[in-house]
Each structure stands twice: as C-alpha cells, then as structure tokens.
C-alpha cells in the first residue's frame, strides 16, 4: 500500500468518523495490570442512542475496555491506562476532569446486583444527594419515582420504598441498580454482564429495559451470551486476546462477520 | 486561657466557620444548590477545617515546645552555686516548678495581685512560710537565684500560655477568613476538603511511626546518659545486681536476665504442651457442644488482666507451693518464686499458644488429612505425623511469640517472682526479672538523675531489642508459612 | 507412611491384630491427652476465679456499729457562731469522745458490758469514724445540736473476725486485738449493736491508710480509671480509624505504607512496661505534664489501644465487599465519599466491637501505670473533667497491686475485691461486645 491511498483512506475514516455521532471514542487504548498487558491498542467508538455490545471469550479484555470508559480501572493500583478515550470530544483523562463527576455522566451497572444495604428509596436517592441534583424533598421525590419508572420497577415497589433494597429479588436488584445509575442522568450506561447473575424471566426483564433506555442513553453492554448481543444490541464489537477483532452492525457481526475469529466464536467452536 | 477552653474556642469557631462558609457558597450561588460544584455542605467543612486543624496542630506542638524553652532558659539564670554538693540540677528545676506552682496558689487564695511579688509583700524572705501556707512544703530556705528563677519560669509560662492563646486563635480566624474568602461556585470544595481529610488519615496512620520513633528515642537518650555515669560493660558483664542508695552500686544485668528467661522458659513448658494439645483437640476431636464450652472459656483467659494472674499468683499458688512441695522437701520457704511466676504466667498463655496453634493448624489444606487418611492413618497418626511437621514452622512462630510475651510480662513476675536478684537452679526460689526491676527503679522517690534510677532506660532498652527480635522473626515465620499454603 | 500402606494392602480380613491393637491404643492416650489439655485450662480458669471470688467476695460486706450520736455544741462549737472556720478547728480528736460517749450509753441502755469495758467498746470502732463523724458536720454545720444516727465503721480485726479472717487463736498473738475484745463484739452484735451490711463505701470512699483497711474503698480508683477509658477512647477511636481507612482504602503500596505496617504489628507486641516507661520519658518529663494524672494514663493507654483497634477496624472494613465501593463509584461517589457514606457505617459493629475489646485491655493494664506514678497514694477525687484529668488519681488495677503492697492481712481481701469489680466491668464490655457482633454482624 503506498503512502498516498494510506492517508486517503485515514482521511475517508475520519470523515466516515465525523459524520457519525460518536458518543465516546477510544483512540488506541492500552491497558497495563502491572506487568501484563491486557487490552492492545483498541479503537472504538460508542454511537449516541445505540447499544453497542462487546463479546468475546472470557479474559479478552472486553470488561477491561468498559471499565476505562468511566475511569473504574483507577481504583486498581497496579493498572495502568494509555491512549486517549473522549466523551463528547473531551479527553476524560485530562486533568480538568473530575473522575467523579465523569462517573456521573458515564454511569455503570455491574455484573451482580450490588445494591446498597439500605432502603429502595435510598438506593436510587444516593446518586442524586451526592451530586446536588435535587433543589427539595418533592425534586428527590421526582427523581426517585422517574428513575423507578425508568428502570420498570415502579409499579413493583412503590408501596415499600423504605424497605431494604437488598431483600428483593435478584432481577428486581438488577434493575434497582440500574435506577440507580439513571437517577444521576447519565449520558451514557455502561453494563457488565448485567444478567449474568439473573434467571431468564429476569434476563428478558432487563434486556426489554435496555431497549427502552435506548431511547435517551447510549449504552454499551458486556455480555458472554451471542444471543444476548444479538437481541439487544445495535454494534457489536468482538474481543479477543486483548485486541479489538472487528466491531459491525450487530445484523452483519451474526450473519456475516469479517474476521475468521468471530465466526469461529459465533459458531461456538471457542468460548 | 486554658488549654481546654482554647480547644472550646476552635471548635466553636469552626462551628461557625462551618455555617458561614456553606451560607456564603450558598449565596454566592444565588440560593440555588444546584449550580455550585459541590455540594454547600463541602464548602462549610472545607471552611471548618481549614479553622480547627491548623491551630490545633500547632497548639500540641507549642505544648511540647513550649516548656523545654522555658526550662533551659531559666536554667541559664541557676548558677552552679545554688546546686547543693552531690546534688543534682534537675532537683533544683524541680524546686523551681514548685515554688512557681506554689506563687500561683498563694496569690490564689490571699488574693493578692501580681504587683505583689515585686514590691516586697512577696519576697525570698518570707516565701517559704507564704508557701507552706497554702500547702506547698519546701525543704530549706530559697535561695535568692532559685527564687528569681521561679519568678521567671511563672511569668515566662503566663506570656507562653497568652502567646499560644493569640498564635493558636489567630491561625484559626486567619486560615477561616482565607477559606472563605476564597468560595465561589467553581470551587472544587469537595475535591479541597476530601485532599484535607486524606492527610488527616495519612497523618493518622504515622502515629504508629512517631510512637515507635519516641519509645526508642527516649530509651536510647536516656541510656546513653546511664552508660556516661556507669560502665557499660559493667553493666552488660557483671553478674552481680546490688543498687546502693549512696553510690557504688553494681548494676549487672545478668542475674535479671537470668531470671527472666528462667521463669519464662518454666512458662513457655507449661503453655506450649497445654495450648498445642488443646488447639488440636479442640480442632479434630471434640464435639461441637464441648468446643463451643471449651473454647470461650480458654478464650476468656485470654482477656483476664495480668494483675488478676499476678494476685492469684501472690494469694494461692505461692502459698500452695511454698506449704505443699517447698517446705515439705526442704527446697525453700519462699511463697514467690520462679516456679509460682513461671506456672501462672504459663497458664496465662495458654490461649495465646492454642489460639495461633489453632489458626496454623487449620492453614493445613484439607487434601493433606484426605491422603493421610486414605492410606489408613489413624487420626493421631495423622496429626503427629503429617499435620504438625507440616504446621511446624507456623508453631515455632506462634512459641516466639508467646515466648516475647512471657518476657515482657510484668505484672505476674512483680507480684509472683520476688524481687531478690540471683543466680541460681532452684526454682523454689525467688527470683527477678528484668521487667521487675524496672518497676522497682523506677517508682519510689528516687532521684531521676542517678544511675540506680536510669538503669531502668537501659533495661528496657535490653527488654525492648529482646522482644522486638523474637517478634520480627516470629512475623517472618509465620508469614513464609502462610505463604506456603496459600 | 510406607510401612503402614504394605500394612493395609496385607491384610486379608478387617480383624486387627497386635499391631492395630497398639495403634489404637496410642490413639485412645493420645485423645486423653488433648482431653486432659482441656480440662487443665477450664480448671486453671475456675480455679482462678474460685481463689479470687472466695478471697474477694467477703469486701462487699462490712461490719458496722450503730450509733445515736449526740453532736454536743458544747464541744464542737464553743462560740456558738456556726461559722465553718471555727468548727474546722476541732481536729478528729474532739470528736473521739462524742462517739465513746454514744457507744457507753447505748452498751448501758442494752445491758451490755461494764464501765470497764468502755475502751475496749471504743477499739471496736474504726479509727476513720471520727473522721467521718467530722466531714458530715462540716459538710452540714447546722446539724450541730441534733443526735444523729450514724453507721460507723467497725475495726479491722473485728471486720475480719466476722469473715473468718481472724479467730481466737489468731486474736491471742495479735497485739490489734484480743480474744476478749472479740467475745465482747459477739455480746454488741447479739444485742444488735454490731451489724454486718452491704459495703456501698468499698465503691465510693477513697483509699485508707495501711492501718485502716475497713475504710479502704475504690471511689478515686474507679474514677480515675473512667477518666482514662474516656481519654482513650476519644482518642484512639478516632486516630484508629483514620489510620485504617487509609491504609486499607487510600494507601498505595510503597515503602512508606509498608513502614507503618511493620510498625503496628510490632507496637501490637512491645511489652506493656515499655510503654510506661515512653509516658515517663515523654509526658511526664519532656511535656511536663503532672504525676499520676489520668491524662498521662490515657495518652499512654491510647498509644497501647491503637494497634488492637487498627487491627479490628482493617478487618471490619476489608469484609465489605468490594462491590459496595464499586456500587458507590459508578453513581459517580468520589472514594472518599464511598468510604463515609457506605463502607465505614457498615464496618461499624466490627470496628465498635474491636474497640470495646481495646478498651477492656486498656482497663486491666498495669505496668505502665507504675511508671507514671499512679502508684501514689491518692485520697482526693479528681476534679470533673477537663481538670480533673490533670489531678492525681488512681486507677483499678493499680489499686489492686497497691493493696497487695500494704502488711494487714485485710488488704487481700480488699485487693480480690477490686479484682471482682474490675472483672465484673470487663465482663459488661466483653458482653457489649459480644452482643453488638451477633445483632449487627451482617454475612455477605
């Protein structure tokens, strides 16, 4: 390839770049736990109003690359990351930026329900408190009841807020957490294998709230499960080994994957 | 002012720095919450804090310094001549402190004003009857300098006490006005107050450091002075131990060395059979019902004061030996002695021996039982034969440090062991410890400047090496053992 | 090992033989040993307790004599005026007659004794009673002129013979009494002169001096001891945790974490004495603070405290699971306010817990108290605090070792005494403890 039709086609990415509404991008990510290096210069951008699942066999890095986008791999001292990562064009690591007030924007639901050990009411309330976001008790009110409403919960627990929220039911946990991470507005979701913890009624729960949070959020999902991805996602991006293999329309990753690898994976013959 | 009402005094202000500081954010944001960085709450915390703990630092450092700066500038003022012959200059200081202590108290309780102690109603003539007024005994007559030097420590202490007062005060409303000077809805107050509470935390965590750092400065200061006045390796060589109240004291250290590992060594006998079999059975025989009796009850052990040993030691077990073994035997008729010290201290550690055994033991992977068992190993088998040596440096670890404590117990050997420094086998006999004579030389009315008082530093300088290199070696062990098994 | 599987693979039938038989044997001793193991640490503890209880438990009765007593002015307030200075100027001598005066009339009244044996009658009481008598005319002058009845303590000896302590026999050698003096209390207490009662003064009066063990009580002990626990736990509950938070959720891995490690698990270790002697050399010498002041006690009990509660609280807050800070981090908390606001308030039961059991050993210490000079013998209540946390006090323990110290035979029983009390405190809080862990211990 001659340096000419390398830098037209660079200049027909950027373009193609531009003119996507890309949410957050990764730019060459690297991810260092000490010694090891677990993600390999990634490029990957996340659309607004598109979930965008990240598959792969366990141990490729996907998790990894979630957790740079809202900053979480800071609580691990020995983990080190490089390249640059924008949220609406803006370096989230540069030193202007408050990593809490970047988790406020860039919200997260983990793999197993982690609800805190106090009242429903509290749970969802927390975010909002911490971040000053209710001007009086009716706002919090508001924000709690949306959040619930948003998370489909609602209905379920409006008659016992002030009971704990970890003596519901795993599914019902789940999506308390996820109120909890709406209730700060966040702009984009990041979820870990929300379901992988949940029964299958519980499963079909969530994902059906996924796609209605499409609508305001941009969402980027974790899952083992290729049907999972295929059902509810819009992009998928495949890992493997710590490299990004491709990233697609969800439709074209199932039926018509560039990479041998993610046919390979699709087809079940890794895992 | 008091040292109590200063503290008042900042925490009020940083009550009301508190308030000021999230009222002036507040409408610094025009009422509404929501356009400022962080929440009001942190403005008034960071306002708060920037108050209290500044000057509140700085009050305990000037507390330290405050008076070693008095004392050696009046020091200065005592001229050699007002030391009496084979006294010592910090009798004279201590002299100094009471007649200051007392000048208080008479013009206290008569009444009379400051002016008093300079036109001659108070004067080095008739201070000693003023003084013995209100209680304050003095030996002899004060000498003119002793008396000007008192008067100087007093007032130095007043303008100290007033200085720190104005300093600690003034850094609070300084820092205070600063902090709430600089509010505005962009101020990251909350990244400001949480940096402020993560060094209070790291300061926090070096007390650990400046604890250590202070137990061996002092020890070593003060030896050093020791071995100025007696030789060390009198002290190190000697094996005769015989302080005299008019000098010429031998100071060795081994009869209490002796003593000390002798009762230790009679303990650790006791205890390291007793705990090893009790953490064994308790682990692999006995019942569920027995373990949830027995095992508290050793426990409780555990959590019994060594005064409470000390007086069983004094009270029953010396009187017992002494009338039923000792007499009768003819071995001695002394009720304390190393074996009275040594059988009580033993049961003492008893749970500290079974309760590490007992974590070592169960450290041992499980597989390990499996395969001794598999082959038809009986349980006894198994456990002398593959659990312990398996376990073994673990419970070496565990003895060391039953052994640091058995040596740096005090209380049971003062009240069980005697006080009679010897070399000697019997162990019917009383005998001393280290940590004995530290006690003995250090309480009583003795004069902190002599040998016979600072050989206590010197001993427990002896007594701290001691036990701080059983410890390491016994945290080393311990933990190239759990290293193995995990 | 190899010999025992050639053993097994040997064997045709499940029958054992000798050498089986010998196997089990040493199993069977071997199991008697880890059984006798027990039994000699649960009777080494009820032997203990037995020997404190049967020596301690008879301090909480104490023998009294009931007297009407005729507080005469004629003899009390010459002038008249009631002013408290003159009064003060009776000393307790002049008061030794009024109660000899009550103690006649009323041995007259029940028939008891003779004219003659007034001295004797007189040496049954305790030399303290006078005093006594007098501090209640001056705490209250106008009661001058009344007849008020007054317990007053009796001797000693008669205290002791009352308890089994003295006999007949004992009393023949003891130059403090005599056999006589004993049949004649017998003679007061059958005419109900002579009472045996709870001892409510054993925890409120201060010490006595070595010849009046009777009036000995624990007050400025107790006092002096709560003062300490309240420094220390204000202290080093605080401190504690700081420095655990930061060390278990902020501090990076370096030398310098690794420095305070190493030496908090060695301050964990260090005797006690050495601490006594870093509260001499440091507070008492370099800060100059007082003697025997509970304030010196404490700082030196909070330097001692501090490493069992850093241990407990590191403990209590590594069994938070890490999802909770997880699940504070993605609302966008920053770590400090995921540590306040989830971690620390679940950690509490353990990090409370570990206190308390801190401050029960902090309570029962007391070699380092020896050092700093709260052997002294302390007669005075400290003040209320704050200033009395720079009077001279005593503390519990150190009341204990100090009875022990003392040559009348009725100082142990005061020293078990004590014992009882400072065990039945460490009791309470060992309970506490024990109560707080099981109601909010939460299993994740």
């Known amino acids: 390839m001659n340096v000419l039709t390398e830098a037209a086609t660079e200049k027909a990415l950027v373009k193609k770049m531009n003119e996507i509404n890309y949410k957050m991008v990764g730019q060459d990510v690297s991810v260092y736990y000490g010694d090891k290096r677990a993600l390999f210069d990634v490029n990957l951008g996340v659309r607004d109003n598109t979930v965008t699942a990240l598959i792969g066999p366990s141990g490729c890095g996907k998790s990894t690359f979630l957790r740079c986008l809202n900053r979480m791999n800071d609580t691990i001292q020995s983990a080190k990351v490089t390249g640059r990562i924008t949220l609406d064009g803006q370096d989230i690591h540069d030193p202007s930026i408050d990593v809490v007030e970047l988790r406020a924007r860039v919200g997260m639901v983990f793999q197993k329900p982690n609800p805190f050990p106090k009242s429903i009411y509290e749970n969802v309330a927390y975010g909002p408190r911490i971040h000053g976001l209710a001007r009086s008790k009716p706002d919090m009110d508001q924000i709690v009841e949306s959040s619930l409403q948003k998370a489909g919960l609602w209905n379920e627990v409006k008659d016992r807020l002030n009971e704990a929220g970890t003596g519901l039911s795993g599914g019902q946990q789940q999506r308390l957490c996820i109120a909890r991470a709406v209730a700060v507005s966040p702009e984009v979701i990041l979820m870990d294998e929300p379901c992988s913890a949940l029964d299958p009624i519980a499963t079909a729960r969530v994902e059906e709230l996924i796609h209605e949070l499409r609508a305001n959020y941009s969402i980027v999902i974790v899952t083992h499960s290729m049907q999972q991805a295929a059902r509810v996602s819009q992009r998928t991006a495949m890992f493997h080994l710590g490299h990004l293999v491709e990233e697609d329309d969800t439709d074209k990753m199932f039926t018509n994957p560039n990479d041998q690898r993610t046919q390979d994976y699709i087809m079940g013959r890794f895992g | 002012m008091s040292v109590g009402s200063i503290v008042l005094v900042l925490l009020v202000l940083a009550v009301i720095g508190y308030f000021l500081g999230r009222g002036r954010s507040l409408s610094a944001a025009k009422r509404d919450h929501v356009k400022l960085h962080s929440l009001p709450g942190y403005y008034g915390q960071t306002v708060a804090l920037f108050v209290a703990v500044p000057a509140f630092l700085l009050l305990i450092v000037w507390l330290f310094i405050q008076p070693v700066l008095i004392e050696s500038r009046v020091n200065e003022m005592l001229p050699d001549s007002v030391i009496p012959e084979g006294g010592a200059r910090s009798l004279v200081m201590a002299d100094v402190r009471q007649i200051a202590g007392g000048l208080d108290a008479v013009l206290n309780r008569t009444g009379l004003t400051e002016e008093a102690l300079d036109d001659g109603r108070l004067d080095v003539s008739n201070v000693r009857a003023r003084l013995a007024e209100v209680g304050v005994a003095l030996g002899s007559d004060v000498p003119t300098e002793v008396y000007e030097a008192a008067k100087t420590y007093r007032r130095s202490a007043d303008t100290g006490d007033l200085l720190m007062a104005i300093a600690v005060i003034g850094t609070a409303l300084g820092l205070g006005v600063w902090a709430l000077m600089r509010i505005s809805p962009k101020m990251r107050a909350r990244n400001v107050s949480e940096n402020f509470v993560l060094a209070l935390l790291i300061g926090s965590s070096t007390i650990a450091i400046l604890t250590t750092a202070g137990i061996v400065a002092s020890l070593v200061f003060e030896t050093v002075n020791f071995f100025k006045m007696y030789p060390a390796s009198e002290f190190f060589f000697s094996t005769v131990w015989n302080p005299q109240f008019r000098g010429g004291s031998e100071l060795g250290i081994w009869p209490l060395l002796w003593g000390t590992l002798y009762i230790s060594l009679v303990a650790l006998l006791v205890a390291v059979p007793i705990g090893l079999m009790i953490a064994i059975y308790l682990a692999d025989y006995a019942s569920q019902s027995l373990r949830s009796l027995a095992k508290p009850a050793i426990e409780i052990l555990a959590g019994i004061p060594t005064i409470v040993y000390g007086l069983f030691a004094l009270i029953t077990v010396g009187p017992f030996l002494r009338d039923w073994i000792a007499q009768p035997l003819g071995l001695g008729n002394s009720s304390s002695s190393v074996l009275t010290a040594g059988l009580v201290m033993g049961v003492m550690i008893i749970p500290f021996v079974s309760s590490l055994s007992d974590d070592i033991i169960n450290a041992v992977p499980q597989a390990m039982r499996d395969g001794s068992y598999a082959m038809g190993a009986t349980q006894s088998e198994t456990i002398k034969r593959v659990i312990l040596p398996a376990a073994l440096p673990g419970i070496v670890g565990a003895i060391l440090l039953a052994a640091s404590r058995a040596i740096g117990e005090t209380m049971i050997v003062v009240l069980g062991a005697g006080a009679a420094a010897r070399l000697d086998l019997n162990p019917f006999e009383a005998m001393t410890t280290v940590t004995v004579k530290i006690v003995s030389q250090l309480t009583g009315d003795t004069e902190f400047a002599s040998p016979e008082t600072l050989v206590a530093f010197a001993l427990g300088l002896t007594l701290f090496v001691i036990t701080l290199g059983l410890n390491v070696l016994a945290l080393y062990v311990v933990r190239r053992y759990r290293e193995q098994y995990e | ?444």
């Open chain 3, 1 to 444: 090992m190899t010999d025992m599987a050639v053993e097994t693979t040997g064997k045709a039938t499940m029958a054992g033989d000798a050498r089986t038989r010998k196997r089990h044997a040493a199993e069977r001793r071997f199991r008697l040993m880890g059984q006798l193991a027990v039994a000699i640490g649960v009777l080494a503890l009820l032997g203990l307790l037995a020997s404190i209880l049967s020596n301690g438990l008879s301090s909480f009765r104490q023998t009294y004599i009931t007297l009407e007593i005729y507080l005469d002015p004629g003899v009390l307030d010459k002038q008249g005026t009631r002013d408290p200075a003159d009064i003060a100027k009776i000393t307790t001598f002049g008061y030794a007659p009024l109660i000899k005066g009550s103690l006649v009339k009323v041995m007259q009244d029940r028939g008891v004794g003779g004219e003659a044996d007034a001295d004797m009658a007189v040496a049954l009481i305790s030399k303290e009673a006078p005093a006594i008598l007098r501090n209640y005319v001056l705490a209250d002058p106008s009661q001058i002129g009344e007849t008020v009845e007054f317990n007053l303590l009796a001797s000693g000896r008669i205290d002791g013979y009352y308890k089994g302590r003295v006999s007949m026999a004992s009393a023949e050698l003891d130059r403090n009494t005599s056999p006589e003096q004993l049949r004649f209390a017998d003679e007061l207490k059958e005419a109900g002169i002579l009472v045996t009662r709870f001892n409510w003064d054993f925890f409120t009066a201060p010490d006595a001096s070595d010849t009046r063990p009777e009036a000995a009580g624990l007050g400025v002990a107790i006092l002096g001891s709560a003062y300490m626990m309240l420094i220390v736990l204000v202290l080093s509950l605080p401190i504690g945790v700081a420095a655990s938070i930061y060390l278990e959720e902020f501090a990076p891995r370096n030398r310098f974490t690794d420095l305070i490690e190493v030496n908090i698990a060695n301050l964990a270790a260090v005797p006690s004495i050495v601490f006594g002697i870093l509260g001499l050399a440091v507070f008492i010498n370099i800060v100059g603070l007082p003697q025997s002041a509970p304030v010196v006690g404490g700082l030196v009990l909070t330097l001692m405290t501090l490493p069992t509660i850093i241990i407990a609280t590191r403990a209590a807050l590594k069994a938070v699971p890490p999802s909770i800070r997880d699940a504070a981090l993605g609302v966008g908390a920053s770590r400090m306010q995921s540590v306040f606001h989830h971690v620390l308030p679940l950690a509490m039961p353990g990090i409370l817990t570990g206190t308390i059991i801190g401050l029960a050993q902090a309570l029962g210490e007391t070699a380092p108290l020896l050092l700093i000079g709260m052997v002294a013998f302390v007669r005075d209540y400290p003040a209320a605090p704050p200033e009395g946390f720079f009077d001279p006090a005593s503390a519990l323990p150190v009341q204990v070792y100090n009875w022990t110290q003392r040559g009348d035979p009725a100082f142990v029983e005061r020293a078990s005494g004590a014992i009882i009390v400072l065990l039945v405190f460490l009791l309470v809080m060992n309970l506490v403890a024990v109560i707080l862990r099981r109601r909010f211990e939460r299993r994740w």
